[in-house]
């Protein structure tokens, strides 16, 4: 019967199934599973079609609003998302969850999430690593729209389906690392039980390692808590009368690099001397490096018909605290007393100039860096300055400091790729002391397979580079086999 009615139709079931998984009628391909269910090696036949219907749907559904979805982290996560959900009803509601089409939805997945309209785009591949993890610092970072608990804990859960797929988790690390560190320095987390259950999962994919780093930041505020509570009790109240935070970060754990010279105004040395004097006297021969680039003022505005409070990067402060004595200086003078470095100085005036608390002297309208190229120039507090808000945040990014962030991320991504694979390079060859070429390559693509899909090229670069530096050696008889030196 099962022969006649199943076997010998088998050609006209199938054209039926395209027909009815194009148009996902989730009941009818339930019937046609559970009949066919009844005849052995039938199934399989089906899993490659699945696997291009939900590639084909995913890939038209991508392709809509493209450009958008490449700028906006939460359009691109909620469009994949969506992807994912109607896949996984079909393969539960039609399929009840079978093994092989869960593994071709999980194929299809994987594909639609690196190769898509976005990443064709832009060209990047890895830009699915970094759009995954702008919405993650959406998600966790303080706002007036942030979810309760739950609901924070179920918008991490989706983000993780997203990120099992990506290849190039490197990427992701990199920039969650440097949004993260930038909430916790800022105090900008929505919760720090959110962000402790976020790198928990991140660990449960990849490994210690993988948040290694992570965990050493959470270390570090913490204990700069404690030791802020103990500067106050043990340094004078009487050297400063405003609130002084100091973080203590570890060199190497943080993604953070010094920029730019500034010479501090004296009503914030003071504080920086003691607290240096503190911190030497309790830990002998360590050194303390000053991120002024991360560091951050709250000044007290009473020049303006109203009080405000103006919310300032230190360079900012800087800047303005060179006005407390008088209401004009030249470009240069200013420049001279702060001591910070061009283009950055012409930045930060330009960004106070645009939102008027300073003017030119001829007040002109429009301002530009090429208004500041004369030293001699006039710049003076605009006492007319007025906003709706009392406490107005002036601290913006700057442009090129975006830009050499961004750079910079990128060229480190590459340096620790190489380091990685020569790495796991070395791990292999002094297990196997001897191994040819393409068993090598073979390896060392299934280990990093976790991290990133490195390419054949880099790998033989790094082969090359661990032969110059005489790790390994390559055999005198047969150069397509690699030996170990001890």
Same mark, same amino acid.
């Given at each position: 019967? !099962? ?6 139709? %088998? ?18 391909? @339930? ?8 005849? $052995?090696?039938?199934? !399989? ?14 890939? #038209?559904?991508?392709?809509?609003? #493209?450009?958008?979805?490449?700028? !906006? ?34 194929? @299809? ?9 976005? #990443? ?12 995954? +993890? ?12 942030? $979810? ?24 992701? /690390? ?17 919760? *720090?039980?959110?962000?402790?259950? %976020?790198?928990? &999962? ?12 992570? /965990?050493?930041?959470? /270390? ?14 043990? =340094? ?16 190497? +754990? ?10 501090? $105004? ?10 240096? *004097? ?54 240069? /003078? ?31 309208? !429009? ?19 007025? =906003? ?35 790495? #796991?390079?070395?791990?292999?060859? &002094? ?22 899909? $490195? ?5 033989? &670069? ?25």
């Amino acid at each position: 019967m !099962e022969d006649v009615l199943i076997i010998q139709q %088998m050609e006209i079931l199938h054209a039926e199934f395209v027909n009815l998984l194009a148009e996902e009628k989730v009941e009818e391909l @339930a019937s046609m599973y559970s009949l066919l269910c009844r005849v $052995p090696n039938r199934i !399989e036949d089906l899993y490659k079609l699945v696997e291009v219907h939900i590639r084909s749907h995913g890939a #038209t559904a991508m392709a809509r609003n #493209t450009d958008q979805l490449s700028n !906006e982290p939460r359009s691109f996560v909620l469009a994949i998302l969506e992807v994912y959900d109607r896949s996984s009803k079909l393969i539960n509601g039609a399929f009840k969850g079978d093994h092989g089409f869960a593994t071709a939805m999980d194929k @299809a997945f994987g594909h639609l999430v690196n190769n898509n309209a976005v #990443t064709q785009f832009t060209r990047n591949s890895a830009k699915i690593s970094e759009l995954l +993890a702008r919405y993650c610092d959406t998600v966790l970072k303080k706002s007036t729209k942030n $979810p309760d608990e739950l609901e924070l804990e179920e918008s991490l859960n989706r983000v993780m389906i997203i990120f099992r797929y990506v290849e190039e988790k490197d990427v992701f /690390q990199k920039f969650y690392s440097k949004m993260l560190a930038k909430r916790l320095v800022a105090g900008l987390s929505a919760s *720090d039980d959110a962000e402790a259950t %976020m790198i928990s &999962k991140l660990k449960a994919v990849c490994g210690f390692e993988y948040t290694s780093k992570l /965990q050493r930041m959470f /270390q570090d505020i913490g204990l700069s808590r404690d030791l802020n509570d103990q500067f106050r009790t043990t =340094s004078p109240t009487t050297v400063f009368d405003f609130e002084f935070i100091v973080q203590i970060l570890s060199t190497g +754990a943080w993604p953070f690099s010094e920029r730019n010279n500034l010479t501090l $105004p004296v009503t914030l040395e003071r504080p920086v001397n003691v607290f240096r *004097d503190f911190y030497h006297n309790k830990y002998n021969g360590r050194k303390l490096t000053w991120l002024f680039n991360l560091s951050r003022c709250e000044l007290s505005a009473n020049c303006y018909k109203n009080k405000y409070i103006l919310q300032v990067s230190t360079y900012q402060a800087a800047i303005l605290m060179c006005f407390n004595t008088v209401d004009v200086r030249t470009v240069s /003078q200013i420049r001279s007393e702060v001591e910070c470095e061009q283009p950055f100085f012409n930045q930060i005036l330009l960004s106070l100039l645009k939102v008027k608390v300073l003017v030119l002297q001829d007040e002109t309208e !429009e301002v530009d860096e090429k208004d500041l190229e004369n030293g001699s120039v006039n710049v003076k507090l605009n006492f007319a300055f007025k =906003s709706k808000k009392l406490r107005i945040n002036l601290n913006v990014p700057i442009r090129s400091e975006q830009k050499q962030e961004e750079d910079a991320t990128n060229r480190v991504i590459e340096e620790d790729r190489k380091l990685l694979i020569q790495a #796991t390079i070395v791990r292999i060859m &002094k297990m196997r002391k001897q191994l040819k070429h393409q068993q090598l390559v073979g390896e060392t693509m299934q280990l990093l397979a976790n991290r990133f899909k $490195p390419g054949v090229a880099i790998i033989k &670069k790094c082969i090359e580079i661990l032969i110059q530096k005489e790790y390994m050696k390559r055999d005198e008889e047969s150069k397509e086999l690699y030996i170990y030196v001890a």
